[in-house]
T-cell receptor, first 115, second 114 residues
Framework: DAGVIQSPRHEVTEMGQEVTLRCKPI?????LFWYRQTMMRGLELLIY????????DSGMPEDRFSAKMPNASFSTLKIQPSEPRDSAVYFC?????????????FGPGTRLTVL | QKEVEQNSGPLSVPEGAIASLNCTYS??????FFWYRQYSGKSPELIMS????GDKEDGRFTAQLNKASQYVSLLIRDSQPSDSATYLC??????????????FGQGTTLQVKP
């Protein structure tokens, strides 16, 4: 079975440009998570969805960040306008909540560089 | 603020030794605990899950959970250079309902020297 798929794998853009990151969760999973990882701050949860509905977006740093999940197999994280401090690796993860289990599986990540 | 604490390391062990990685958490109602391995430049990979007090073994890996002490650990027996990575402890955010949210520690870097 395919794991979580993310695109692009690398993105280099200039400050002020719009950036869109994409994620396809594991088929059948009902939770989708967006994380950001930097050396300074570690792995941070930005937002997560349950059955395509945003549940908690308290980790989204600013209004420049937005995320959508139009259907069970696709989600986007958009940054507009981008800034150099947004440079990080962005991971998408998905899980299937079964009783008390919360195993999350991560995609390969998108390495974003904002110049 | 619910937290998960890990020693950042690096933890250095010789090849063949036992590596012991530790994690404490603050949320008493947490029920699910995980260890992820992350190689440099790669994504976190789930290697162990534990839900009940005691030990859970999988090959060279043993996860240990003590809910009373709010402590979870990972033992790696016969450590190999290929085990060199950052190990992330994760705990489900408890409270009411089944949130699906995990709280991650900052990770412990393990170096296994040949």
């Amino acid at each position: 079975d395919a794991g979580v798929i993310q695109s692009p794998r690398h993105e280099v853009t200039e400050m002020g440009q719009e950036v869109t990151l994409r994620c396809k969760p594991i088929s059948g999973h009902d939770y989708l998570f967006w994380y950001r990882q930097t050396m300074m701050r570690g792995l941070e949860l930005l937002i997560y969805f349950n059955n395509n509905v945003p549940i908690d977006d308290s980790g989204m740093p600013e209004d420049r960040f937005s995320a959508k999940m139009p259907n069970a197999s696709f989600s986007t994280l958009k940054i507009q306008p981008s800034e150099p401090r947004d440079s990080a690796v962005y991971f998408c993860a998905s899980s299937l909540i079964d009783s008390a289990r919360h195993e999350q599986f991560f995609g390969p990540g998108t390495r974003l560089t904002v110049l | 603020q619910k937290e998960v604490e890990q020693n950042s390391g690096p933890l250095s062990v010789p090849e063949g030794a036992i590596a012991s990685l530790n994690c404490t958490y603050s949320d008493r109602v947490s029920q699910s605990f995980f260890w992820y391995r992350q190689y440099s430049g790669k994504s976190p990979e789930l290697i162990m899950s534990i839900y009940s007090n005691g030990d859970k073994e999988d090959g060279r890996f043993t996860a240990q959970l003590n809910k009373a002490s709010q402590y979870v650990s990972l033992l790696i027996r016969d450590s190999q250079p290929s085990d060199s990575a950052t190990y992330l402890c994760a705990v489900n955010a408890g409270g009411s309902g089944n949130t699906g949210k995990l709280i991650f520690g900052q990770g412990t870097t393990l170096q296994v020297k040949p």
